[in-house]
């Protein structure tokens, strides 16, 4: 039995007589402290599959399950990393992570909570900025914050909600390599959104992709099967991220090239309409 799982899922929005179905059959499995990549387009739902998947959204008809027991209100259990950040911007970095502490970890002491909080600072590399507000750290500061925020409460699942798309490069890529040292040292089972091939491929264990919506589904799973830690610098050199990025970004195009064909197909003939010409016209004394 899957240790997280999304079971023939069907989830939509709006009233009956217009609605969007984002999911029709969905399912997903995902093993205890394994790393999932899901990837997708935009429209396709992969927020709506993280809402599902963190009890925030419930499902038509299906079940969503977290340890074989249907998933319930949001909790401490499930974290969820946004990719706008979520913090308050009155409270500094200890004190955005120290909130979310005292919610969780109600009888734990000053003393030790203040060390707590202070390993999980040192474990996305703020130590030094204890006491700075989030206005006054750069983007990646603040998705490390969040991170740091997430995992100091030990969930039982990491739920990424693409949590560096609005990253430049160079940052992105730093924090890539963070949260896989961060998950190699303290694992947890953690599903991804991205729709980023190569950030998939370098990060995890196993890429889902999401067929385009309306109506989407999980589609064709690919296992990646090279060796961690993964060496970005040479990876472009190895032939199997060559040929599993190629097969992921063909079957991706794909998918949009079918939907493109069905969308045309559901298109409605124009009425082959002709203009009047309009007859002399009459004055009337």
């Known amino acids: 039995m899957a240790y997280l799982e999304l079971d023939n899922v069907d989830f939509g929005f709006g009233p009956p007589s217009n609605r969007y179905e984002v999911f029709e059959g969905a399912s997903l499995s995902v093993e205890q402290n394994e790393f999932v990549a899901v990837i997708g387009f935009s429209g396709s739902g992969k927020s709506t599959l993280i809402s599902l998947l963190a009890g925030l959204e419930k499902p038509d008809r299906g079940a969503v399950r977290l340890n074989g027991k249907p998933v319930g209100e949001p909790g401490p259990d499930k974290g969820v990393v946004f990719q706008n950040y979520s913090l308050l911007p009155w409270l500094s970095v200890y004190g955005n ?16 909570r203040r060390d707590y ?21 750069s983007g990646g500061m603040r998705q490390r914050l969040s991170l740091a925020r997430t995992l100091a409460i030990k969930p039982e699942v990491l739920l990424l909600d693409e949590p560096l798309s609005a990253l430049d490069a160079l940052t992105r890529s730093q924090l890539q ?5 961060i998950w190699e040292v303290d694992r947890r089972t953690v ?9 998939a491929v370098i990060m995890a264990d196993r890429i889902v992709p999401l067929t385009p919506g309306p109506a989407a589904r999980l589609g064709k ?4 099967c090279l060796d ?31 939907a493109r064909r069905l969308a045309t197909a559901r298109e409605l003939p124009l009425p082959d ?8 016209r009459v ?3």
């Open 97 to 112: 992570i120290e909130l979310a502490v005292k919610q969780v970890f109600s009888k734990m002491g000053r003393g030790e």
């Open 273 to 280: 309409i002709k203009p009047v010409t309009p007859g002399p």
């Open 117 to 137: 909080i202070q390993h999980y600072i040192d474990m996305v590399s703020l130590t030094g900025s204890e006491w700075k507000l989030p206005g006054e750290l």
């Open 191 to 199: 599903v991804m959104i991205t729709n980023d091939v190569d950030e």
């Open 283 to 285: 004055s009337i004394a």
């Open 228 to 258: 961690r830690p993964r060496d970005r610098a040479t990876l472009n050199f190895n032939p199997a991220f060559k040929q599993l990025r190629n097969d992921v970004t063909r079957y991706m195009v794909s998918l949009d090239q079918d």
């Open 177 to 181: 390599d963070e949260i896989i040292r």
């Open 221 to 224: 799973e690919f296992k990646v």
